[in-house]
């Protein structure tokens, strides 16, 4: 393996046209730790990694591996793998041969094609063409060919997206077994669900901008009381002038900051009934969909 | 790292079918209109002659040449598809990514796509020279005429073959880049090769003026190149066409190819692989 570098995203921006896709995005990816690149469809993640790639010219800005740009890399493919979206993949084409095209063209050992393709799995498939292949099977050629150069950085878009559950479990542990090793692992992903069982770090974006970067723990939005009373009214005012952070919803209201015992013990002194009162875990989905989401910053 | 993209160039178009069912069609296309050219002027062309009826006005010893070069004057709308369909399949099959992540430096990939093509081409070439001088040489010296196959000049026409046909799949590699969408590219190649060209070479002979600019399209400055053409025998004789020196043509259609691919690398080749 090479050495692992971080990934430095400074001030990156593109527009198409009159539509800005990325603007003023930085963050840093560090070895060693799986680092989620989450936000909806149509966030710019893609554009974003490409733009890291040198695929797409960035409009303003920087992405770098450990300071230098992607085309200065003296050895690109063994210095950073990817395995994008797109299935990029003549269907004419062997999977075998498909990885020697690129492997020649990048001066890797001949003797890789056969290992990267053992090690996800498909050496029984090599000489079968790509276009016969389930998507499956094309996502775990795309991790073959990012896994080709042996590198220290890894940039996944979705590589989740189209496998089947034995797939998922794979590829969550085959994640943490790199970052493991000491590699930069960078994964992109358009649900946080799927991820969040393999991901330390996660840089969050949304419409273009960063509005998230930090751990995952930090992410978690905590437990909510839900309470109801049939004087939801009254109960609501008790709870407030008690001093409790009250949201009302349309079947009860929410209480944040304090916990079942707290919220009951008021309403008790209040001498209102309650109809309910549940603990509620928010979990990282919601934090997630409140930060990306309609309800999100802008 | 020049060296190491022609090879990755070489194992696509290795690796892929088109190359071999491109050949086939090209061979058997050669084979058969130079064994039906050689059967009609060399076995019937005496008789027409002697019958004092309207046939071409072909003489023996222009027979081989026109016969031979049917390789190149019939033959190179297979390079330049070829040329044109290796590259318009990478923007097809978004190949283009996976190339650029293993050399980011495009200009390396499309000079190796170049060369590579050259090669193809060339092969294409004296794969298309095996039919038209095999089949066409046994016919002609089995109706007893000259195959002039012991004549440096006929072998210097067929090395002009070769040179003619590699430059042709260069011009497809160049297309290809300036019209990346597969299906709009083949149906332009198709359309001005075999149709459109054939009509502007007839219309330019007829006029003085139009003739010193009909020497410059393409198909004219190749078989200006090679030297032969059953297209150019069949006008001559009753219009007035001119054409080009030899390597006046050679650098006519040379110069057309490096335009194209000039153009291709400033327009598509250098975009945004989203």
């Known amino acids: 393996m090479s050495t692992s570098t971080t990934i430095d995203v400074r001030g990156l921006s593109k527009s198409f046209g009159q539509v800005q896709a990325v603007t003023d995005l930085s963050f840093t990816v560090r070895p060693g730790v799986v680092t989620g690149f989450l936000g909806p469809n149509g966030a710019g993640k893609t554009t974003t990694l490409r733009m890291l790639l040198g695929l797409v010219r960035p409009s303003g800005g920087s992405a770098t591996f450990g300071g230098r740009a992607y085309r200065e890399l003296a050895r690109p493919l063994a210095t950073v793998g990817m395995a994008l979206e797109a299935s990029s993949f003549h269907p004419g084409r062997s999977a075998r041969h498909h990885l020697s095209v690129y492997g020649t063209a990048a001066g890797i050992a001949k003797n890789r094609v056969d290992e990267v393709l053992g090690q996800v799995g498909l050496g029984d498939f090599a000489d079968r063409r790509v276009g016969g292949y389930s998507l499956g099977m094309r996502q775990r050629l795309g991790l073959a060919f990012a896994l080709l150069g042996d590198p220290g950085v890894l940039v996944l878009d979705e590589p989740v997206n189209g496998l089947d559950p034995e797939g998922i479990k794979w590829i969550r542990s085959f994640l943490r077994q790199l970052a493991g090793e000491g590699r930069t692992v960078l994964v992109s992903s358009h649900l946080l669900s799927e991820v969040q069982q393999s991901v330390d770090q996660v840089v969050i974006i949304s419409r273009g901008e960063l509005v998230y970067d930090g751990g995952l723990a930090a992410l978690d939005g905590g437990t909510r009381i839900l309470v109801d009373s049939p004087d939801r009214a009254g109960l609501e005012s008790a709870l407030r002038s008690a001093g409790a952070d009250v949201l009302a919803l349309e079947d009860g209201l929410a209480v944040t900051g304090s916990s079942a015992a707290d919220v009951g013990a008021m309403a008790l002194t209040a001498g209102i009934p309650l109809s309910r009162l549940t603990p509620e875990h928010t979990g990282l989905e919601k934090a997630f969909l409140d930060l990306v989401g309609e309800g999100g910053r802008p | ?274």
């Open chain 2, 1 to 274: 790292m020049f060296l190491r993209a022609v090879r990755s160039e070489f194992q696509k178009i290795l690796t892929v079918r088109m190359w071999w069912v491109l050949l086939i069609v090209l061979v058997g296309y050669v084979a058969f209109t130079s064994g039906l050219l050689a059967g009609v002027f060399g076995g019937l062309g005496d008789q027409l002659a002697s019958s004092g009826g309207n046939a071409p006005d072909i003489t023996d010893a222009a027979l081989p040449p026109i016969i031979y070069s049917i390789a190149s004057s019939i033959g190179y709308v297979f390079p330049v598809l070829f040329g044109t369909l290796a590259t318009t399949s990478e923007f097809r099959h978004q190949t283009l990514t996976p190339t650029f992540l293993a050399q980011p430096h495009r200009g390396t990939v499309l000079g190796a796509k170049l060369v590579t093509l050259a090669v193809f081409g060339a092969l294409y070439g004296i794969a298309a020279l095996v039919a038209s001088v095999g089949l066409g040489a046994s016919i002609l010296s089995a109706t007893g005429h000259s195959t002039a196959l012991g004549d440096s000049d006929t072998w210097a026409l067929l090395a002009r073959v070769v040179l003619a046909m590699a430059i042709w799949a260069i011009i497809g590699v160049g297309l290809g880049a300036l019209i990346p969408s597969q299906v709009a590219a083949i149906v332009i190649v198709l359309a001005f090769t075999q149709f459109l060209e054939p009509i502007l070479r007839l219309m330019t002979s007829l006029a003085d003026w139009a003739a010193g600019i009909g020497q410059y399209l393409p198909g004219a400055a190749s078989d200006a190149l090679v030297g032969s053409s059953i297209f150019t025998s069949m006008t001559a004789a009753a219009s007035g066409a001119q054409s080009l020196e030899w390597w006046q043509g050679g650098l006519v259609l040379f110069g057309m190819a490096i335009v194209a691919a000039g153009l291709g690398y400033l327009t598509s080749w250098r975009k945004d692989v989203t």
